[in-house]
């Protein structure tokens, strides 16, 4: 059997195959480790960081927010991509899966170059909100001007990554992660400090080893997709013309996303802002303890990754019941896995802060910040899911509205307690705690409604995509 035919059967089986939790469990395995390996490595570099002294370790911590900000932008691309990648691979139409994740990667080229020109050109101004400490502020601008330079790998990366986890996929990226980590780290360790002859560039070897550890894992994950020997290969010359039809599809579902992820990670910027107003102890604590939750909230991110491809995958097999089981067991996962984080949060802050710091101030102020958020976990976790199952359901526009009000909503709150009533890093956070039941509670109900719809529509024979259309 040659491996077209073995890609042609696995894909019909796939097709075939009914919603457990091992089906779930197969995808949700590699990603949920991925992404805790990816916090890992942070945490790891948050370590080489401090090394380099407290100004370096705030730059990254405010350099962070406007990262995350820049890569939502992005993702009108990405999450597109992983939607109709799902429901292509649903349907089993190999060539339109194939023809989906090479005109995701000629759309992501396209956005991420102005992209990148423009973060390289905003970083001073963007930098200047966070607080007045010029020597943070400088840091802040060496690291970010690096990161913004050479985004166009960061941003390929991420993109590849998610056409293959639409796909159902999700060990290739996470061998890429693998080695992407380990270079990483140890060009971080090399340039960071200074061995073997190189000198020591302190953040901005940090910057330098991370564009380094994503270089080599795109390199990987470029291998494999032209390879052919996966359900998705990019090999021949065909489909690489952009295709203005496949892009207004790819940014209609990627839009909304993109703007909840912008105002999302704004109001996240925002309130790092009111942390830095704070004082630089507040700011160094609030990134430490944040550091440190990462390896609770990553995995949440990647079980919602998981329901994004799961529902788009069934919802592309006109399987919505399926989309509803996989949301169902994820859901259950979710929250286990959220109150055990609450937990150890609250139990054992202080203990994992001074991994990071030995000064009492900022491992004080840390702790209210892991205790308060450790509450907010299970809360974060519910919203994750019911925004990516939706999401994979083709509706990325409800989500999008909930999403922005209740993290502006948040916002407000936290403002009126630290401007009106003097409140600290606690009543920042714990806003959270208000505001998000808003999203979780209607993004569960829209997805219902949902898979009830079209289980009723009568489906005719019609290209992938159109099923989102007729439901919206």
Excluded at 338 to 358: E, Q, W, Y
Aim: net charge positive.
């Amino acid at each position: 059997m040659d491996q077209q035919a073995q890609s042609d059967e696995m894909v019909v089986s796939h097709e075939a195959e009914p919603m457990n939790r091992r089906r779930v469990l197969r995808l949700a395995r590699p990603v949920v480790a991925e992404y805790v390996l990816q916090v890992m490595v942070l945490a790891v570099n948050t370590l080489l960081v401090s090394r380099a002294g407290d100004t370096a370790l705030a730059a990254v911590g405010i350099s962070n927010p406007i990262i995350f900000l820049f890569l939502a932008m992005f993702g009108s691309v990405s999450i597109g991509a992983t939607v109709m990648v799902a429901q292509a691979h649903g349907a089993g139409d190999r060539s339109r899966t194939n023809h989906l994740a090479r005109q995701a990667l000629v759309w992501g080229l396209a956005l991420a170059t102005p992209l990148s020109i423009a973060c390289y050109l905003l970083t001073p101004a963007m930098v200047g909100l966070f607080g007045d400490d010029r020597d943070v502020q400088a840091a802040a601008v060496t690291y970010l001007h690096i990161i913004s330079a050479t985004s166009v790998v960061m941003l390929t990366s991420f993109l590849c990554g998610a056409v293959l986890r639409g796909a159902g996929d999700g060990r290739t990226p996470l061998r890429a992660a693998v080695l992407a980590n380990l270079a990483n780290l140890f060009a971080s360790w090399v340039l960071i400090e200074g061995h073997f002859g190189v000198p020591a560039y302190g953040i901005a070897g940090a910057a330098w080893g991370s564009v380094i550890g994503r270089a080599v894992g795109l390199g990987f994950m470029l291998a494999v997709l032209f390879g052919g020997r996966l359900v998705i290969s990019l090999r021949g010359r065909s489909g690489w013309m952009p295709q203005p039809a496949t892009g207004r599809q790819l940014f209609r579902l990627g839009i909304p996303a993109a703007i909840e992820q912008i105002f999302n990670e704004g109001g996240f910027a925002v309130l790092t802002i009111l942390v830095a107003t704070l004082g630089a102890t507040a700011l160094t604590a609030n990134h430490i303890a944040f550091t440190a939750l990462e390896i609770w909230y990553m995995p949440s991110l990647a079980l919602s990754v998981t329901a994004t491809a799961l529902a788009g995958q069934s919802f592309g097999a006109r399987r919505p019941g399926d989309a509803m089981l996989a949301a169902a067991i994820l859901r259950r996962w979710m929250l286990g896995w959220n109150l055990l984080g609450t937990a150890v949060m609250v139990l054992a802050a202080r203990p994992i802060l001074k991994v990071f710091s030995n000064d009492p101030a900022v491992i004080d102020e840390g702790m209210v910040v892991m205790i308060v958020v450790g509450a907010t976990l299970p809360f974060f976790g519910m919203w994750l899911l019911t925004t990516g199952a939706l999401r994979g359901s083709g509706d990325t526009h409800s989500p999008m509205i909930r999403g922005v009000l209740a993290t502006w909503l948040t916002v407000g709150l936290a403002t009126v307690s630290v401007v009106v009533f003097e409140g600290g890093m606690g009543w920042i956070w714990g806003s959270y705690i208000v505001a998000l039941p808003i999203a979780i509670v209607g993004n569960w109900r829209a997805f219902r409604r949902r898979t009830t719809v079209v289980e009723r529509v009568e489906v005719e024979e019609q290209p992938v995509g159109a099923l989102v259309t007729q439901v919206s």
